[in-house]
C-alpha cells in the first residue's frame, strides 16, 4: 500500500429548492436551511473538496490529479472525470435536460457534457421523479415548449428508496420535493433549463435555456429499465452483499453493504467512495453515514469491519 485513503470535505450548495436533510440526516455543517447539495468528491472549479487529514490535508482534488498522478494511476490527464453529489430536495428541481460531450465541447467552452445517475437514498411516500417526456416527434416537442403545455409534455414516475435510474444526456428530467439522492456523474457543471414552475428567485424568474435545450432533448423518449444491470462482482472480495448498478462509458457503480468483517479492494485505477448507513473500520480507519473517500491506485486488498452500505464508482 503505497499511499493512504484520501477522505474528502464536502462542499454545500445554498439553492432555491434545498433543505436541511444534510445536517438532520448526515449531521453536515450546512450553510442554509436552503443547503441542496453536497458536493462530496469533486474537483470541479465551482465545487473543489479539499482532503480532509492525513499527508496531503488541506490540498484540493484538482491539486491532486494534476500534481500527484500516481495516486490516480495511469488515468491522470485533463480534467478528474467525475463528481459525486448528494442531494435534498425539499421542493422540485427545475426541469432540465443536459448536452453530450460533443455538444457541450462546441457550446459550452469545451466542458465535459453531463452524464449522470441517480441512487434514491430516501423518498417521501407518494414522490415522484421526471424521466423523459411523452412528445412524439421533435415538431411535437417544440411546439409543447413553446406552447407550455407542460402537463401533456412532461413524463412523471413513482420512486422509492433504493431506485437507481440513468441519466443520458439528451433526457428530460428532475428530482422533485421530498427525495434525497445520492448522483453520481460526469464532472460538469452544465444544465439547460426547460421549465422552473414559473418561480422567482431574488425577484425574478431564474434563466431557461429553451434553445440549447431544444437542441439537445432526444425524441422520442424511450424508457430505460432502471434495474438493467444483474447483480455482479468484479474485483471486489469477502464482503456480504453487493450489485452493480450501472456500467457504461464513463463510470461503473455499486451498491456494497457490508455485514461483519470481511476485505475489499480491486485492480481499477482509483475507487470513489461515499457511506450512505451504518458505520465501521475501514483500513484501519473509522468511518460512518456522511464519509466519502478515495481510494488510491495500487492500494491492494484491505480490510473492513462494520454494518454500513456504500455507493462506490470508479472509470
Known sequence: MEKDILFLKPVFKSVIWGGTRLRDDFGYDIPSDTTGE???????PHGDCEVAEGEYKGRTLSDLWKNEPALFGKASAGSFPLLVKIIDAKQDLSIQVHPNDEYAAKNENGSF???ECWYVLDADPGATIVIGHNAGTREEMIDMIDNKRWKEFIREIPVK????FQIEPGTLHAIKGGTLILETQQSSD???RVYDYD???NGKPRELHLEKSKDVITCPFVPGNPESAEPYEVGFVGFGKYKRLVKCKYYSVYSVEFNGRGSFGGSYPFLLASVVEGEGIIAGHPVKKGMHFIVPAK?????????MKLIVSHI
Do not use: E
Request: with cysteine.
Open 190 to 192: 452544465i444544465t439547460y
Open 113 to 115: 457534457g453531463k452524464t
Open 161 to 164: 428508496k433504493g431506485d437507481f
Open 199 to 201: 418561480r422567482l428567485s
Open 38 to 44: 453536497c458536493w462530496a468528491v469533486s474537483a470541479h
Open 299 to 307: 492500494f491492494g486488498t484491505f480490510d473492513v469491519d462494520g454494518n
